[in-house]
């Protein structure tokens, strides 16, 4: 982005005193959008000069070339053809930058009239920005396109913040509260294209590390933008009311950033306005909190490479919309809290799993729904074309298909409410656009042929004499020539007279010799051998010949216009549908999969339990069947609590590398987001007590770019889990603390699983090499040793990828470093040196450990308690006995007693 100097200097008064009408036109135009690069429209083409134009030219890889001289300087320029723009645009907002679109507001020829140096009028129709895109080319099918805003209040104790993200391409709006804590992971939930804050707030140091991890996705913004003292009018005057209160009740850090949202839009969009929706609230706590390394690990939307092949929204997606396809990776990202809710949708599922044949049905007339809310959008902003009703017409067409089935089937609730919308969708509208429309239809509107024969009758007339001109003419010659009785008369063109009648002198007495033939035949050019005449008709006629190609394309733009009236004005209808027909295309994909791979209905309750069977990860299971490979080994996981606890379990995994322990641990994880997410799951049955937050710290990389090592990394992440997980929370941990000196690695992984046994209280799976961790299942309640199996042959070992109880006695390292083509030497040379470590950890065990160190501070504080509340048996004893009545042998005896109970 050209530097802000830069643009100073190029607006400075000598810099526009020096320049010529157009060069000052252009330097007032780019001073008005000084952080944007100005596409500035000439004929054909948009073209760029001074810095904007060497920017373009490096980003876009096209030629930098010069006019003329400016201040005694060469003008650098380059240009990109207004028929390839979107192109341009695409790879420029790719990149990060931001692009005002300049246009010619007047015909040239009318600028010439003012004289031969006036400049053709031109302003900014269009600001576009990553998070306010339209265009169909420059959109995922797949993804929404969200602008977020964010606003901070400060007052309370601690201060709130606000966000509001808007996909403009489909009419989304939703407001959420958060905080500094969660801010990131909220952020990154919802992955907006771009996020616009206060400039003060970026700058804010407590929360400059959120922005360096977004990157150019933040924009900083006047602050005036984020006013919470006009927030309220701002979009009250937005959507033409008085007050929000139909709206709902937003907190003022929420309507501050959907002022500054509502008051973004308008600036992009210029004088058009998108349709939006009413603001929906979001609450935090209706979703699950997934924070960022959480997110990456498990590799939800993307793999670690940022690959969507290979994640788990690409191994789920069966849609066949792109609404569908969208609702899928939002459901996906934000799943539920709410059991009731999640249960509606699984009841969905099921439905359609029950009925194959209805489902199949379904999914055939659901792929032919078009993307009817960003068609929608591009008409509201007057970018629409032909096209754009075509989707909506053929979107009307498959949501009556989708209705037909839907009433003649057996239907869940959440598949009757979007039966409902269905049907709320206005009969006249399809009937006005398929009688209006033709069969093919062009991509832009200024190319006209997009209504059908018929649908105007005045069109038709100018087509006919634009297409059929020589038709019409020949038939008005056999006319004349009825009339007159002349046989040889012919009507004529030349580029002098236009269209004439001719007849041979000896033959125009007809059309000369009476008062009413002269009125009528027109009399305009006498030859040596030959008359030529015209009538008012011809005349009318020719007029209308040349004014055909013209006047058809304006009738044909007035007709475009009523319908895109006629169709925004059903805007919500026709999104509520769009919503409804995306909820039948997510059950039906959910249903596909679960008949495809076998998959089960999970009980998801508001329990502790954690129970699941036979189950698989559906991403690696999925890429086994691919490649033909072995069948994936399903195991089972039961966190559930267990001997009257109130809390769930945690299992200490222990097993060799490439035994399978990540990928376990991950499963888990992943089946747990499915069924909270209203989705059938890959195992044998699953019993799903709510998670209210997931965890999890699998895998290892460094952050160099911010100082942080992998070990580092890891502590970070670590840390997070400990301090924010709760009873209801599912937290995996892979490897804690192995990055480190093996004391160092062992004592903080000791910790850890204390901390999560007696101070999280959670549900956890915490894999380790550390062995030693095994012997705190003889102190900890509720954690259990699980490992993977293996079995050694002939000194080889081989994975049998089962998980089972009990724990591991050793890593197997050495095995697999073999198997990774270690030279012989080195795998001989750390046989021997594993041998003597073994056997000095024998002389002096770290199972001692159990017996010497006080496990954890808050169960020894919790030992203390229960000593000073509730007596021993022998303290009992002791209390039931009276020494002055005993005789030396019953004394002895009672000794004896006390003694065989504290063994």
Request: contains cysteine; hydrophobic residues 45%; proline residues 4%.
């Amino acid at each position: 982005m050209p530097a802000p100097d830069a643009t100073a200097r190029l607006s400075s008064p000598e810099s526009r005193a020096s320049a010529t009408p157009m060069m000052e036109q252009y330097i007032e135009i780019k001073a008005n959008n000084p952080d944007y690069l100005l596409f500035y429209r000439m004929g054909d083409f948009y073209e760029l000069f001074f810095d904007d134009a060497v920017e373009a030219s490096r980003a876009l890889g096209i030629t930098l070339t010069k006019r003329g001289q400016h201040m005694g300087e060469d003008i650098a320029m380059c240009g990109v053809p207004i028929h390839a723009s979107d192109d341009y645009l695409e790879k420029l907002i790719a990149l990060g930058y931001r692009v005002a679109v300049c246009e010619q507001m007047e015909d040239p020829a009318e600028a010439r009239k003012r004289g031969s140096k006036s400049v053709v009028q031109r302003g900014v129709v269009r600001l576009v920005t990553a998070g306010t895109l339209t265009e169909e080319r420059l959109l995922s099918p797949s993804q929404s396109n969200y602008l977020m805003a964010m606003a901070r209040i400060r007052g309370g104790a601690e201060p709130t913040i606000g966000l509001a993200w808007i996909d403009i391409s489909t009419g989304v709006f939703r407001l959420a509260e958060t905080n500094e804590q969660r801010l990131l992971a909220d952020i990154l939930r919802i992955e907006p294209r771009e996020l616009i804050l206060a400039d003060t707030l970026f700058h804010d140091a407590e929360l400059r590390p959120v922005f360096d991890v977004l990157g150019k996705v933040a924009v900083p913004q006047p602050a005036v933008l984020f006013d919470s003292a006009t927030a309220e009018n701002r979009i009250g005057r937005y959507y033409g009311v008085s007050t929000l209160d139909g709206f709902g009740s937003f907190s003022r850090a929420e309507i501050a950033a959907a002022a500054a949202a509502v008051s973004y839009v308008e600036k992009t969009q210029i004088a058009e306005r998108p349709a939006l929706g009413l603001p929906e609230r979001e609450s935090s706590a209706s979703t699950v909190f997934i924070d960022p390394a959480t997110r990456a690990n498990l590799e939800l939307v993307r793999t670690l490479s940022g690959d969507r092949n290979g994640s788990l929204l690409k191994a789920l997606d069966r849609t066949v919309t792109g609404g569908g396809a969208r609702l899928l990776g939002e459901r996906l990202t934000s799943p539920l809290t709410d059991s009731s809710a999640i249960n509606q949708r699984l009841d969905s599922v099921a439905t359609l799993v029950a009925q194959p044949s209805f489902c199949s049905d379904l999914r055939d007339s659901l792929k032919m729904v078009p993307d009817m809310p960003r068609a929608l959008s591009r008409l509201a902003l007057g970018r629409g074309g032909p096209r754009d009703l075509g989707s909506i017409l053929k979107g009307l067409e498959a949501a009556f298909q989708v209705n037909e089935l839907l009433k003649a089937a057996e239907l869940s609730p959440e598949l009757h409410e979007a039966l409902v919308d269905i049907q709320a969708l206005p009969d006249t509208l399809g009937l006005q656009l398929s009688t209006m429309l033709a069969e093919e239809l062009p991509l832009l509107k200024r190319e006209g042929g997009f209504l059908r024969e018929g649908a105007v009758a005045e069109l038709d007339e100018v087509r006919a004499l634009r297409d059929q001109s020589r038709r019409v003419i020949a038939g008005l010659q056999l006319q004349y020539c009825e009339e007159t009785g002349i046989k040889s008369l012919k009507i004529k063109h030349n580029n002098m007279l236009g269209y004439f009648i001719e007849v041979t002198a000896g033959n125009a007495g007809p059309m000369t010799e009476t008062d009413e033939a002269r009125g009528r035949f027109i009399h305009r050019q006498t030859m040596a051998n030959a008359m030529r005449f015209t009538t008012t008709e011809l005349a009318d006629l020719e007029t209308k010949i040349a004014n055909a190609a013209g006047r058809a394309l304006t009738l044909e733009l007035e007709a475009f216009d009523h319908l895109t009236s006629a169709v925004v004005s059903h805007a919500e209808a026709i999104k509520a549908a769009a919503r409804a027909l995306a909820t039948v295309d997510v059950a039906a994909s959910l249903a596909t999969l679960a008949e495809e791979q076998g998959y089960c209905r999970p009980v998801v309750d508001d329990s502790r339990q954690f129970a699941i069977v036979g189950g698989r990860h559906p991403v690696v299971e999925q890429a086994l069947r691919r490649q033909g490979a072995n069948p994936f080994v399903a195991n089972n996981c039961d966190l559930s609590p267990t001997n009257g606890a109130k809390d769930g379990a945690i299992w200490l995994l222990t097993g060799p590398n490439m035994g399978g322990k990540s990928t376990f641990l991950r499963q888990n994880a992943l089946i747990a987001l499915m069924a909270q997410m209203g989705a059938f799951v890959p195992a044998t049955s699953a019993h799903i007590g709510i998670v209210d937050r997931l965890f999890s710290r699998v895998g290892a990389s460094d952050d160099l770019a911010r100082g942080r090592s992998t070990f580092m990394v890891e502590m970070v992440e670590t840390a997070a889990i400990l301090n924010q997980a709760t009873e209801r929370s599912l937290v995996i941990l892979d490897e804690i603390g192995r990055g480190t000196a093996t004391f160092d690695g062992l004592s903080i992984a000791w910790a850890a699983v204390e901390h999560l046994h007696e101070a999280n209280r959670c549900r956890g799976l915490f894999a380790t090499h550390f062995h030693e961790l095994t012997v705190l299942s003889e102190k900890l309640g509720r954690l259990s040793n699980a490992t993977m199996r293996v079995k050694e042959w002939d000194g080889d070992v081989i994975f049998l990828h089962e998980v089972g109880p009990g724990a591991a006695d050793r890593s197997y390292g050495i095995q697999v470093a073999r198997l990774a083509g270690l030279p012989a030497s080195v795998v001989a040379r750390a046989r021997d040196v594993l041998a003597k470590l073994e056997d000095a950890d024998r002389k002096n065990p770290a199972s001692q450990l159990i017996d010497d160190l006080p496990l954890f501070q808050v169960a020894v504080r919790r030992e203390e308690r229960a000593r000073e509340t509730a007596p021993s048996k022998v303290e009992d004893a002791l209390r039931q006995l009276n020494p002055d009545d005993m005789t030396p042998r019953e004394a002895m005896d009672a000794l004896y007693a006390l003694k065989k109970q504290l063994s």
